[in-house]
């Protein structure tokens, strides 16, 4: 049986176009007593963070959506919100120096991933935040 993480107060906004990774997602770290919200797109994202961008302390996106990529959005969310670190996930083989990523992506995790890796890497990179150095 899987030990059960602490809970945390920190809300984490989860991209994805596929509502079963969203769902599964969502269910998963609230378990884990994150607040989760979700959007759908990237654009649906960006309104999100212009509602609630100061309460959410990190951003999980998925690369390849239909109306704008995870790199894109991570741009954009650097304007509005340059605090909030972003971890963007991909099925692609990337190598690195491939994508000029901006300083806000705190990694790029390859998919399919195990919901407790993805949940190891996030309470790494939000306790990395918030001791002030880099993940």
Same mark, same amino acid.
């Given at each position: #049986?899987?030990a /059960? #993480? &602490? ?7 989860? /991209? =994805?176009?596929?509502?079963? @990774?969203? =769902?599964?997602?969502? +269910?998963? #770290? ?8 979700t ?5 649906q994202?960006?309104?999100? @963070?212009?509602?609630? %961008?100061?309460?959410?302390?990190? $951003?999980?996106?998925?690369?390849? #959506?239909?109306?704008?990529? %995870? ?8 304007? $509005?919100? &340059?605090?909030?670190? /972003?971890?963007?996930?991909? %099925?692609? =083989?990337?190598?690195? !120096?491939?994508m000029d ?7 790029? $995790?390859?998919?399919?991933y +195990? ?6 890497? $996030? ?8 001791? !002030?150095? /880099?993940?």
């Open positions: #049986m899987e /059960v #993480m &602490p809970p945390h107060d920190e809300t984490l906004l989860y /991209v =994805d176009d596929e509502p079963l @990774m969203t =769902d599964v997602f969502r +269910q998963y #770290m609230t378990r884990r007593g994150y607040r989760v919200l959007a759908a797109s990237g654009e994202a960006l309104r999100i @963070m212009a509602h609630e %961008g100061g309460m959410v302390r990190l $951003i999980i996106t998925d690369m390849t #959506m239909p109306d704008m990529d %995870g790199e894109e959005l991570a741009r954009r969310l650097a304007e $509005i919100a &340059p605090t909030a670190p /972003v971890l963007i996930a991909t %099925g692609h =083989d990337l190598a690195p !120096g491939e990523l901006p300083s806000n992506v705190a990694e790029v $995790i390859r998919k399919p +195990q919901n407790r890796h993805l949940a190891e890497r $996030i309470r790494e990179i939000l306790d990395h935040r918030a001791s !002030g150095s /880099v993940a």
